[in-house]
């Protein structure tokens, strides 16, 4: 057994001894291409994303804006006319829509603000 292990172990020595020398002949001769990296693979597009992501980021953001402020501008107006036609239950509510209208202004803003910066600013960088 112990003839093994001796002989084993002299071989496993000679085996990296000889890696350590052929590697340098093998890294010299050797012809390595890169394959799957951006310089290889072919990146044309169409362009066709160039014009859809911004039209769909305007869409949504309209969305977002007009969406809330067609149920709350009928509900304002309807609080209103209550109170012209002297209904103080119903206008009462007057107060309840105006700060809902500002408050969801103020938070699309900020959003559409953030949308339009992040897919607008960054589909204009990349080159053809």
């Given at each position: 057994m112990?003839?093994?292990?001796?002989?084993?172990?002299?071989?496993?020595?000679?085996?990296?001894?000889e890696q350590?020398?052929?590697?340098?002949?093998?890294?010299?001769?050797?012809?390595?291409?890169?394959?799957?990296?951006?310089?290889?693979?072919?990146?044309?597009?169409?362009?066709?994303?160039?014009i859809l992501l911004p039209a769909v980021v305007v869409l949504c953001c309209l969305a977002?804006?007009?969406i809330p402020l067609i149920i709350l501008v009928p509900l304002l107006t309807g609080s209103i006319q209550?109170?012209?036609a002297g209904?103080?239950?119903?206008?009462?509510l007057l107060w309840v829509w105006v700060t809902m209208i500002v408050i969801e202004v103020v938070v699309a803003i900020f959003i559409i603000r953030g949308l339009l910066k992040i897919f607008l600013t960054q589909a204009g960088n990349y080159g053809t």
């Open positions: 112990e003839d093994k292990s001796s002989s084993t172990s002299v071989s496993a020595e000679q085996v990296a001894v350590k020398t052929a590697t340098p002949e093998k890294a010299s001769t050797e012809h390595r291409e890169a394959y799957g990296t951006a310089k290889t693979e072919n990146l044309r597009d169409s362009g066709l994303w160039r977002l804006f007009a209550a109170l012209s209904n103080a239950a119903e206008s009462q």
